[in-house]
C-alpha cells in the first residue's frame, strides 16, 4: 500500500514537498508517478519517474516541480516550487509494483493529499 504525506495550505508563490511512502509486499518497484485532480477536473498525471531515473513532467508544471525517488525507503517525493492558484488539487501517487520474481505489475494508488495554493 502506498501512504502519500506533505499536503497542506501554501500561499501562491510558495513551495510544499510531497512524500508517498510503499509498504507490504515488494519486490521492485518499476515506476512512480504523482497525479492531481482539481476542482472540477479530470484526473491528470503530474510527473512520473521510472526505476532508471527517467522522468518526465506535464507542461504546467515543468520547471517548478522536481520528482525524485529513495529506492531503499521505497519512497518518492515531489518537490512543489512557484505554486500557483492553479495547482490546488488533491495529489495521487502511484507506484507500478512487482511483487515477486514472477515480474508482474501492479498498479498501486495512494490515499491522496490535498494542496491548496491561495492567491
Known amino acids: 500500500q502506498l501512504q502519500a504525506s506533505g499536503g497542506g495550505l501554501v500561499q501562491a508563490g510558495g513551495s510544499l514537498r510531497l512524500s508517498c511512502r510503499a509498504s507490504g509486499s515488494i519486490f521492485s518497484i518499476n515506476a512512480w508517478g504523482w497525479y492531481r485532480q482539481g476542482p472540477g477536473k479530470q484526473r491528470e498525471v503530474v510527473t512520473t519517474?521510472?526505476?532508471?531515473?527517467?522522468?518526465n513532467y506535464a507542461d504546467s508544471v515543468k520547471g517548478r516541480f522536481a520528482i525524485s525517488r529513495d529506492n531503499a525507503k521505497n519512497t518518492v517525493y515531489l518537490q512543489m516550487s512557484s505554486l500557483k492558484p492553479e495547482d490546488t488539487a488533491v495529489y495521487y501517487c502511484?507506484?507500478?509494483?512487482?511483487?515477486?520474481?514472477?515480474?508482474?505489475?501492479?498498479?498501486?494508488w495512494g490515499q491522496g493529499t490535498q494542496v491548496t495554493v491561495s492567491s
Open positions: 502511484k507506484a507500478v509494483v512487482v511483487t515477486s520474481d514472477l515480474g508482474i505489475e501492479y498498479d498501486f
Open positions: 519517474i521510472t526505476s532508471s531515473g527517467s522522468t
